[in-house]
């Protein structure tokens, strides 16, 4: 599905440069369930913006179905990203003037998909994860957990091929981290390809393969027994 070859990420203020990825090589298929693990300030999250077409490389290629999209304008990004990746992060990033419809609803806004099939695909998604009886509320009505819910159907409303996690559970309490774990693993058993940034050993060991960084290299790359 993707591919890194030699791809470094190099960021620069004033004199001074920062080397956040250093000649990542990286293949991930379709359908994996990898989880990307190391210390904080290693690269984690950095090699995950690249995976998802925020962030350009500074050096090397990312082949991503096929294409070498390193060095691709922003508007070809976008065009690219838009229904094929999802992102769910550790901040549920919801907009409290729209209620959690509108919030799920608004992934859907620019692919062009008629008003009555973007209202269908809500409904559906919102009812798959348990929270169409929420669908009038505004964010600051829900738990953190159902916030996570909320965020997860709008990652999850345009069908994406993969869905990338930053710390998806940092915000949530143990049983409402379980719950998206659980709901995480649901999802790559359908067959959606999950990249998923953790700090959590245990988290980690739910998905099919880990890689751990250090100092913006890939030092540990394991499968793990099913």
């Known amino acids: 599905m993707l591919r890194l070859s030699g791809v470094s990420k ?6 001074v440069r920062t080397t956040a990825l250093d000649r990542i090589d990286l293949e ?30 500074t050096s090397g290629e990312y082949w991503f ?11 070809k990004l976008n065009a690219l990203r838009r229904g094929k990746i999802g992102f769910i992060f550790q901040s549920f990033n ?21 008003a009555a099939e973007r209202r269908r695909r809500v409904r559906d998604m919102l009812e798959r994860l348990g929270m169409a009886h929420r669908a009038g509320h505004r964010p600051s009505q ?7 819910r909320v965020a997860i159907a709008r990652a999850l409303v345009a069908g994406p091929a993969m869905l990338l996690a930053d710390e998806p559970t940092g915000n949530l309490d143990t049983a409402h981290g379980d719950e998206v774990m659980r709901l995480l693993r649901t999802i790559n058993a359908e067959g959606t390809t999950v990249v998923m940034v953790t700090h959590s050993p245990a988290h980690a060991a739910q998905a099919s ?7 913006g290299r890939i030092v540990v790359d394991a499968l793990l027994a099913a």
């Open 10 to 15: 190099i960021h620069t203020a004033g004199e």
């Open 142 to 148: 829900l738990s953190g957990g159902q916030q996570q």
């Open 65 to 75: 179905e096929g294409r070498n999209v390193a060095g691709w304008s922003e508007a």
């Open 94 to 114: 919801l907009i409290e003037e729209l209620t959690v419809f509108e919030n799920v609803e608004l992934a859907l806004e620019y692919t062009g998909m008629p």
């Open 28 to 57: 991930i298929a379709a359908g994996e369930y990898v989880a990307i693990t190391g210390p904080s300030g290693c690269g984690k999250s950095t090699l995950l913006s690249v995976l998802g077409l925020l962030d350009v490389p």
């Open 209 to 215: 393969r880990t890689l751990r960084l250090l100092d």
